[in-house]
Structures are given as structure tokens and as C-alpha cells.
């Protein structure tokens, strides 16, 4: 069974400008969840989506994040404009509905320079 | 205000010994608690969890130990080997949230 998909694996840009990470979820597992990880710290949650319906963004940035999972299946993570504090590891997990754990991607390091 | 903490930034044990790694939290509904273990340059790996209603959970040589009175769990790693070298996060659920500790790097000397 393949395991979550991430791209790219590292994205270094300048700030001001946008930015996106994809993810594709295992197959079947209805819930996705995107995670910002600063150095030294724990996973954060940004979002969570129980298919194509985004049912915790409450720690999402909104003036400049935004996330999509057209058809409930992969998803999108933007950032426009991005900032130096942006810099951090990107994290997209799922889950199945009844689940207990998150299984990982490897995640996307942005550096914004 | 961190929900769930993990105290202890980093952890060396001999090979062969017993790793045992702490967690607190403060949220009493959270119903799941979670293990999860992170080499560099990779995401975070399932390792073990615990219900809320039980107190040990056993894998192999992975134990989890709850105390919900103390609103404490543990990990237990016996006998520990240099390849469980990572950093090790504590998660805790709520509401199908997760919400991690800070981790703590493991590092089995050989």
C-alpha cells in the first residue's frame, strides 16, 4: 500500500512570493489533515478535511494560506504572499473515518529567503 | 498554553537498556493517545496508542503506560537498540484532532 505523497520535498523562495504543496492521501482514507512542524517543535494543525469538507481550519491563516481537496481525494496547500516566518516543514497526513492515527508524508521543507 | 508537553528535550541510553520517555497533558477529553516516531528528513511514524480507558498497551519491545489521574503517559522501550535513535512525539486526540509534545530526540549509544 503506498503511503501519503508529498511535492515537492524542499521549495526554497523568496518572500512575497506564492507558493503550493500537494498531497496525496492513501488510498480510502477519508480524512486529511495538513500540519505546519517548526524546528524544535511539534506538528501544528492547520487544516483538516473530511473529504472534500474542511472541518477544522480554525488555525489556518486566512489572509494569506489557502487549501483545496477537489473530488475528496488530493490536496492543495497555498501561500500567497509567503513571509520569512513561513519557513518551516509542511505536513500532510490522513486518516481513515474511524481511524485512530495519522499516517504521515515526508513532508515539504519551504525556506523563504 | 500547550495541551500536551513533553518536558524532556533530548534522552541517551546504553543499548540493551530501558528508554523511557514522558509525556503530560492538560485536556482531560482526550480519548487517544499516540506515539509517534521521526527520523530526519522524514514525516512522523505511527509507533503506538493507548486508549483513554485503558492504562498499558504493549508492541514488542514498545510499552505505553497512561496514568489519568497524573494526566501522565510513558514510553517504554526495553531492550532499546541504536536504530530507535529519532525523535519520538507524544499526540493526543480529541474531536479526530491531533495535538503533538515538542518531541524528544533518543539517542541508544551503542
Known amino acids: 500500500e503506498a503511503g501519503v505523497v508529498q511535492s515537492p520535498r524542499y521549495k526554497i523562495i523568496e518572500k512575497k512570493q506564492p507558493v503550493a504543496f500537494w498531497c496525496n492521501p492513501i488510498?480510502?482514507?477519508?480524512?486529511l489533515y495538513w500540519y505546519r512542524q517548526n524546528l524544535g517543535q511539534g506538528p501544528e494543525l492547520l487544516i483538516r478535511y473530511e473529504n472534500e469538507e474542511a472541518v477544522d481550519d480554525s488555525q489556518l491563516p486566512k489572509d494569506r494560506f489557502s487549501a483545496e481537496r477537489l473530488k475528496g481525494v488530493d490536496s492543495t496547500l497555498k501561500i500567497q504572499p509567503a513571509e520569512l516566518g513561513d519557513s518551516a516543514v509542511y505536513l500532510c497526513?490522513?486518516?481513515?473515518?474511524?481511524?485512530?492515527?495519522?499516517?504521515f508524508g515526508q513532508g515539504t521543507r519551504l525556506t523563504v529567503v | 498554553d500547550q495541551q500536551v508537553k513533553q518536558n524532556s528535550p533530548s534522552l541517551s541510553v546504553q543499548e540493551g537498556r530501558i528508554s523511557i520517555l514522558n509525556c503530560d497533558y492538560t485536556?482531560?477529553?482526550?480519548?487517544?493517545f499516540l506515539w509517534y516516531k521521526k527520523y530526519p528528513a522524514e514525516g512522523p511514524t505511527f509507533l503506538i496508542s493507548?486508549?483513554?480507558?485503558?492504562d498499558k498497551n504493549e508492541d514488542g519491545r514498545f510499552t505505553v503506560f497512561l496514568n489519568k489521574s497524573a494526566k501522565h503517559l510513558s514510553l517504554h522501550i526495553v531492550p532499546s537498540q541504536p536504530g530507535d535513535s529519532a525523535v519520538y512525539f507524544c499526540?493526543?486526540?480529541?474531536?479526530?484532532?491531533?495535538?503533538f509534545g515538542s518531541g524528544t530526540q533518543l539517542t541508544v549509544l551503542p
Open positions: 488510498s480510502g482514507h477519508n480524512t
Open positions: 493507548i486508549s483513554s480507558i485503558k
Open positions: 485536556n482531560s477529553m482526550f480519548d487517544y
Open positions: 499526540a493526543a486526540r480529541s474531536a479526530r484532532q491531533l495535538t
Open positions: 497526513a490522513s486518516s481513515k473515518r474511524q481511524g485512530t492515527e495519522a499516517f
